[in-house]
């Protein structure tokens, strides 16, 4: 029998295979185990992914944690901060150019407000390091570069 799938965010309509007892006994029925367990409509989402490691993270280091899996920002075109593309590495781990959330105020935690997406390599540059040890850097850096 044709059935739509319960997920609102699905809407896919399947072959109903599991006899009309159980049939009647549901009010609910689901094309697959992930829509049954998905209320958001992000599963399986790059942003979903972001959300899940993030919530991860959070859990292993204690950090505050209050991000829904639609509070992720969208996943920009160009970073906002190195202004690189972002493109994630499909076969692999994360390369620099891959998309990575960023706590703008890491002391904050993860909360609606305090996160944005940029690129991998911006946000390893930016991971631990005060404002002060980053300009200490740009000034070496001029330096080294007025003397070549």
Same mark, same amino acid.
């Given at each position: 029998?044709?059935?739509?799938?319960?997920?609102?965010?699905?809407?896919?309509?399947?072959?109903?295979?599991?006899?009309?007892?159980?049939?009647?006994?549901?009010?609910?029925?689901?094309?697959?185990?992930?829509?049954?367990?998905?209320?958001?409509?992000?599963?399986?989402?790059?942003?979903?992914?972001?959300?899940?490691?993030?919530?991860?993270?959070?859990?292993?280091?204690?950090?505050?944690?209050? #991000?829904?899996?639609?509070?992720?920002?969208?996943?920009?075109? *160009?970073?906002? @901060?190195?202004? +690189?593309?972002?493109? /994630? &590495?499909?076969?692999?781990?994360?390369?620099?150019?891959?998309?990575? #959330?960023?706590?703008?105020?890491?002391?904050?935690?993860?909360? *609606?407000?305090? @996160?944005?997406? +940029?690129?991998?390599? /911006? &946000?390893?540059?930016?991971?631990?390091?005060?404002?002060?040890?980053?300009?200490?850097?740009?000034?070496?850096?001029?330096?080294?570069?007025?003397?070549?």
């Amino acid at each position: 029998m044709e059935v739509v799938c319960g997920n609102k965010f699905c809407g896919k309509t399947f072959n109903y295979k599991g006899g009309l007892a159980h049939f009647k006994r549901s009010v609910s029925h689901y094309c697959s185990r992930s829509c049954q367990n998905t209320t958001h409509g992000m599963s399986g989402n790059k942003r979903h992914l972001i959300w899940e490691g993030a919530k991860k993270r959070a859990k292993q280091n204690g950090v505050i944690f209050e #991000l829904s899996p639609t509070d992720i920002p969208e996943i920009p075109d *160009v970073c906002p @901060v190195l202004e +690189i593309p972002i493109k /994630a &590495n499909d076969k692999a781990g994360p390369i620099d150019s891959s998309p990575s #959330l960023d706590r703008i105020h890491p002391e904050l935690g993860y909360i *609606v407000g305090n @996160v944005r997406i +940029i690129s991998n390599r /911006a &946000n390893r540059l930016r991971a631990d390091a005060t404002l002060e040890e980053l300009r200490m850097l740009v000034r070496d850096s001029e330096e080294i570069y007025e003397n070549l």
